[in-house]
């Protein structure tokens, strides 16, 4: 075959499979997408029923496929575009046969995921006007009246500067409740940002090598100077900042980067410093574990403070509740953790 007629013949099947794809029915991607999701390919299933609604927004099986989609975006752990289509799917098929579901989800993802009480009550009032009061909703009510009284409890414990806090009751617990600690850290070479959006590791194998910020799409974005030989790094809740440590002949320091100002700051050296880090949830103040117990500091390294006797060796999670007024530790080999109730210091009589 000659050249000219091969690339022509080519051109031609090119056209033909353009105008098949163009031309499948919604039937038919609705079908294929299910397939995909039965084998467990979930990006080609999604794909596949965003073609769906987008594409066949008055198809017969419109609602199952948003509610698939749905399901799919938030067992992959895409929720923002899981809240997009859910809330979306609420909108526009009140009468929807698992519309309790689709509640349910949102309000998980309001409580746990991106926390908005606000949110999570209005849909906790969609839920009980639609479907009454249910064990689902019993339970609901119990988990936002927690929370919002954590809430309360947390503002006033980070309304004060570090040196007053200190650690209250002390206990080990079974189980990491998830809905109160949704940012939890470890000790991993790479960390994402809250929102997953960007991802900082180390660049290259190297010991010596600097951390580097990229993108969701794999792309170099920054990187961070004076980090060589950083190790597991964390990010802010916010993401403005990174913190990190450098171990150098058993002396570790600490460090933060400020991304938006691209600058790098030391807040504390010494030896028996885990690298394990903490930020408050309003980003004001850090946590570290130093000479086998849990410190406080404001995020500039100053107001350096003991908060109490943990007894806490090799720190391997970590988190600070999401309204501040709960720590919860895993070591290493261990099952259960560790958990701190944070409390304003008892002072003498003038103290400040």
């Not at 989800?105 to 006007?129: Q, S």
């Not at 809250?194 to 180390?202: C, I, L």
């Not at 910020?213 to 170099?220: E, L, S």
């Amino acid at each position: 075959m000659k050249l000219r007629n091969f690339f022509a013949a080519a051109l031609i099947c090119a056209v033909f499979a353009a105008a098949v794809y163009a031309a499948e029915s919604p039937e038919a991607l609705y079908n294929r997408a299910n397939e995909q999701a039965a084998i467990g390919d979930s990006a080609a299933a999604i794909d596949l029923f965003y073609r769906v609604i987008e594409d066949y927004p008055k198809f017969t099986y419109a609602a199952d496929a948003m509610y698939r989609l749905g399901n799919l975006l938030y067992r992959t752990e895409r929720y923002e575009e899981s809240e997009r289509v859910f809330n979306a799917l609420a909108g526009k098929f009140k009468n929807y046969k698992h519309l309790d579901k689709v509640y349910e989800k949102l309000i998980h993802i309001y409580v746990e995921v991106y926390p908005d009480n606000a949110k999570a009550d209005a849909i906790r009032d969609r839920y009980k006007k639609r479907f009454g009061i249910t064990p689902v909703l019993t339970a609901i009510d119990k988990t936002l009246t927690i929370l919002k009284s954590d809430e309360q409890q947390g503002a006033k414990i980070l309304a004060l500067d570090a040196h007053l806090i200190t650690a209250g009751r002390v206990s080990v617990v079974s189980r990491l409740e998830k809905e109160v600690f949704p940012l939890r850290n470890y000790i991993l070479a790479e960390a994402y940002s809250a929102d997953r959006k960007y991802m900082v590791k180390k660049d290259g194998g190297k010991k010596q090598k600097n951390l580097v910020i990229y993108n969701a799409a794999g792309k170099k974005v920054k990187v961070i100077k004076q980090s060589a030989g950083g190790q597991a790094p964390q990010w802010s809740w916010d993401g403005r900042y990174i913190g990190y440590t450098i171990l150098t002949k058993n002396v570790r320091k600490i460090m933060v980067y400020d991304v938006k100002k691209n600058k790098v700051r030391k807040l504390f050296s010494g030896k028996n410093v885990e690298p394990m880090l903490l930020f408050s949830p309003e980003g004001g103040k850090i946590v570290f574990i130093y000479n086998g117990n849990p410190w406080i500091m404001e995020k500039t390294g100053n107001n350096i403070s003991f908060l109490g006797t943990v007894k806490l060796k090799k720190v391997v999670m970590a988190a600070w509740s999401q309204y501040g007024e709960k720590l919860i530790f895993m070591q290493d080999g261990r099952s259960d953790f560790n958990l701190i109730v944070l409390e304003r210091k008892r002072l003498l009589m003038g103290g400040k």
